[in-house]
T-cell receptor
Framework: EAAVTQSPRSKVAVTGGKVTLSCHQTNNHDYMYWYRQDTGHGLRLIHYSYVADSTEKGDIPDGYKASRPSQENFSLILELASLSQTAVYFC????????FGPGTRLTVL | GDQVEQSPSALSLHEGTDSALRCNFTTTMRSVQWFRQNSRGSLISLFYLASGTKENGRLKSAFDSKERRYSTLHIRDAQLEDSGTYFCAAEGITGNTRKLIFGLGTTLQVQP
């Protein structure tokens, strides 16, 4: 069974603060992804990576950075959190089929 | 840009009935994946198709192999535990990024 874990599972952050969301996979997959889910928007791709030490912009990268220090780990960084970044964030990994982590509920106050 | 359109947006079924969800793509797609999101928010992969059909228990999915512009998910003998939001997501044929484009989902409620 594919395994993708995320931490933290929920977080409350203050506007202007720095937030780091972490993702770890044990699937030996090359590809990893960060999505956000908002009511009425489905899932939208923020950043992705197909190899360690390299990241690519997705469809909505503004306000986010990503880091892929190893094949197993992929982080999403919000340098200056804003109210509009309140959402549920999902990490996924894939060979071909994508497998998702449990999500992180981020609330920015 | 490329889009994925799901229908219906919401569906209510009685236990034991059958139904079908549909995903239309505005352009040719390489593959499609179907997910169910449960009440806790977890996204569970149901099917990944690059062509043809797949079946798993009471669920069956098909991907139009000719024009590759739509996919269906059939639910047979609906049960209460089938309730949730169903998403389809498709990968475009340009490049090899394996990026998925998600539809907005179908919210399914199965009633006794």
């Amino acid at each position: 069974e594919a395994a993708v874990t995320q931490s933290p599972r929920s977080k409350v952050a203050v506007t202007g603060g720095k937030v780091t969301l972490s993702c770890h996979q044990t699937n030996n997959h090359d590809y990893m992804y960060w999505y956000r889910q908002d009511t009425g928007h489905g899932l939208r791709l923020i950043h992705y990576s197909y190899v360690a030490d390299s990241t690519e912009k997705g469809d909505i990268p503004d306000g986010y950075k990503a880091s892929r220090p190893s094949q197993e780990n992929f982080s999403l960084i919000l340098e200056l959190a804003s109210l509009s970044q309140t959402a549920v964030y999902f990490c996924a990994s894939s060979g071909y089929e994508q497998y998702f982590g449990p999500g992180t509920r981020l609330t920015v106050l | 840009g490329d889009q994925v359109e799901q229908s219906p947006s919401a569906l209510s079924l009685h236990e034991g009935t059958d139904s079908a969800l549909r995903c239309n793509f505005t352009t040719t797609m390489r593959s499609v994946q179907w997910f169910r999101q449960n009440s806790r928010g977890s996204l569970i992969s149901l099917f990944y198709l690059a062509s043809g059909t797949k079946e798993n228990g009471r669920l069956k999915s098909a991907f139009d192999s000719k024009e590759r512009r739509y996919s269906t998910l059939h639910i047979r003998d609906a049960q209460l535990e089938d309730s949730g939001t169903y998403f389809c997501a498709a990968e475009g044929i340009t490049g090899n990024t394996r990026k998925l484009i998600f539809g907005l989902g179908t919210t399914l409620q199965v009633q006794p």
